[in-house]
Structure formats: structure tokens, C-alpha cells
């Protein structure tokens, strides 16, 4: 059992910049998809971005040209580069990883972006 702990998140103000950080208890290597989704208060879950073992990249349109995903299959973590960040960025962002037919979840970090 794989165990995702987040970390990274906080208060920004709009236009800033956070990194949340994915740090996995055991490796990543055989998960064919990492990725990041959110929630915020009143919707539902949400992908923000993933990425598979190939390092090939998908985005939510909302967050296109703005995030960037990365994955280190050596040090088991998977980062999420939040540039020009906007109030409806704020959400519980939460670390996913995709094994066969399992899916494993981290418990979040929470984003706020407020001035």
C-alpha cells in the first residue's frame, strides 16, 4: 500500500505562485498516471493535471499555459508548478496515482488565493 502525502499549499495572493509537492511512501514507478486534482467548496472533484510514466502531459483548460506537472520516479514525487494563480484556483488540491485499477488518493493540501 502506497501512502501520498501533499504538501505546499497555503495563502497566495491573486497572480502569485505556489508548488505543491506529492511525496510518496513507496515508488512510483510502475503507476502509469500521476496527477493532481481539486476540489473547492460546493463542487465536485476535479482533474487539474496528470501525467504518465512517459512524462506525457494533460491539463484542464483552466489552468492551461498557467501549471506545470512534473514526476521524479527516483525520488517518488510528483510536483505542481501553480503560476498566476486566480481566486477560483482555491481548492483542496489532492495528489492521485493510478496503478492497474487502483486508484490512491492523498489527503490534500488546501489553496487559498485571496487578496
Known amino acids: 500500500q502506497v501512502q501520498l502525502v501533499e504538501s505546499g499549499g497555503g495563502l497566495v495572493q491573486p497572480g502569485g505562485s505556489l508548488r505543491l509537492s506529492c511525496a510518496a511512501s513507496g515508488s512510483i514507478a510502475s503507476f502509469y498516471y500521476m496527477g493532481w486534482y481539486r476540489q473547492a467548496p460546493g463542487k465536485q472533484r476535479e482533474l487539474v493535471a496528470h501525467i504518465t510514466i512517459h512524462g506525457i502531459t494533460n491539463y484542464a483548460d483552466s489552468v492551461k499555459g498557467r501549471f506545470t506537472i512534473s514526476r521524479d520516479n527516483a525520488e517518488n514525487t510528483v510536483n505542481l508548478q501553480m503560476n498566476s494563480l486566480k481566486p477560483e484556483d482555491t481548492a483542496v488540491y489532492y495528489c492521485?496515482?493510478?496503478?492497474?485499477?487502483?486508484?490512491?488518493w492523498g489527503k490534500g493540501t488546501l489553496v487559498t488565493v485571496s487578496s
Open positions: 492521485n496515482g493510478a496503478r492497474g485499477q487502483v486508484n490512491y
